[in-house]
């Protein structure tokens, strides 16, 4: 069963940190790339952040500097490192995964993506 749980969301101020994490199956743990997304009220989900199972790492420029993805493969965990966070950061954070093998271009669209989690809320007050 394809199992994607992300945790870790909660409110901050702006400037501070929350580390997301994204438990997912086995199975689903195998393909390609796995990324985080983003969703905030009355805009489209766009890309954050995504790793490879190579361990290459995408990330959206609206956080290079900021945030940062890694992996823990003998936990099959995914996790989002967020610092300086803004309030423009404000959303609900969804994990996903590939089911195959897409081309560098396409790791931050989310129509890459075919499995997905939940999502979990991060708002950023100023």
């Known amino acids: 069963q394809v199992q994607l749980l992300e945790s870790g969301g909660g409110s901050v101020q702006s400037g501070g940190s929350l580390r997301l994490s994204c438990a997912t199956s086995?199975?689903?743990?195998?393909?390609?790339?796995v990324g985080w997304f983003r969703q905030a009220p009355g805009k489209e989900r766009e890309g954050v952040a995504a790793i490879t199972r190579t361990g290459s790492t995408n990330l959206a420029d609206s956080v290079k500097g900021r945030f940062s993805i890694t992996q823990d493969n003998a936990k099959n965990t995914l996790y989002l490192q967020m610092n300086s966070l803004k309030p423009e950061d404000t959303a609900m954070y969804y994990c996903?995964?590939?089911?195959?093998?897409?081309?560098?271009?396409?790791?931050?669209?989310?129509?890459?993506?075919?499995?997905w989690g939940q999502g979990t809320q991060v708002t950023v007050s100023s």
């Open positions: 086995r199975y689903v743990y195998g393909t390609y790339c």
């Open positions: 996903a995964a590939t089911g195959g093998r897409p081309p560098r271009f396409r790791y931050l669209l989310h129509a890459t993506y075919r499995y």
